[in-house]
């Protein structure tokens, strides 16, 4: 390709996590081990200094290119300048689990680039620790995560907890748990549920509607035609019309700045009576179709009675 020609598309592959999350370790491995890049022209950006360390030369022997690059240099002229200067086949990028990713994904980068994936490496040894003194961080990695890699696991690791707290944010992502070993398993275990859900009649406690909520959406099928009882508060939708709310409840995904309501639309004919942020005891049959919110079918409720009930004694539900 000439320079200045405009290039076809560019895949770009991100990886984030915080120092001693794995990431040098991860990326080392693809690119040398699994020898990932299969000879393509390949540019590695490398956003911080960590504990691992690459080897420059044993990268150029495999066609690929590291540049280090400070904040003050991640913008679109600089971006610009790498991709004129070593013109790639593909991008890597080790981003700072520092920086915001808004910083990354709201700058204009060369034409052609493209992020196919963005994976986040989570250290299951300290994740609490960051959880408790840099939320909003380890959110933001989360959120914006295709795959989330949890490592240094072992038999004491909680790993619904972790199931819990990434799908409170990003239910789309797909999780992976790397043993101490290095072994690791793409996730396929279900939420430890508090209720039983093989009953035909589920009744929720005030605290689960949470769970029920990440539950139901992942899995519409298992709640399908059975019917189910929770105390929630009234959101009416102008698109919902007379005959239709959304019965559910407020829900603190990552900190106290960052509350939202959830819950299912739910068809009830007696709608248009129903006051906005009153309390109701719910009864519903659950069946599925096709949900917008959801990009194909999710979870929706039929009313067989709606009655009005205290409030609930917390006012927020919580994921973990």
Known sequence: MRKNETPEEIPVYMFMGFLESGKTTFAKETLIDRDFTDGDKTLLLICEDGIEEYDFEELKKRNIFAEY????????DYLIDLQDKYEPERVMIEYNGTWKLEKLFNIRVPKGWTVIQVIT??????????????????MDHLTGADMIVINRCDDKTDK?????????VNRRAQIVFE???????????????PYDVEKDHIELNDEDFGIFYIDAADNPEKYEGKTISFKAMVYKPKQYGKTAFVPGRFAM?????????????CNFDKAKY???????????????????DFG????????????PDKPAEEDLVYFN
């Not at 199931?163 to 409170?168: A, D, L, P, W």
């Not at 043993?179 to 549920?193: K, Q, T």
């Open 296 to 307: 194909g079918d999710g979870p929706v409720l039929d009313a067989t009675e709606v009655r």
């Open 160 to 168: 619904d907890n972790f199931r819990k707290t990434v799908k409170s």
């Open 253 to 265: 995904t990552c900190c106290a700045d960052d509350v939202t309501f959830i819950g299912f639309k």
């Open 179 to 193: 043993g101490v070993d290095g072994l690791a398993e793409v996730d396929e275990g279900e939420l430890i549920l």
């Open 69 to 76: 690059i400070d904040e003050e240099n991640l913008n679109t």
């Open 121 to 138: 490496f989570v250290n299951s040894q300290t994740f609490d620790a960051y959880l408790k003194n840099m939320k909003m961080m380890i």
């Open 274 to 292: 129903l006051k906005d942020r009153s309390w109701v005891h719910v009864e519903a049959k659950i069946r599925t179709e096709f949900y917008p």
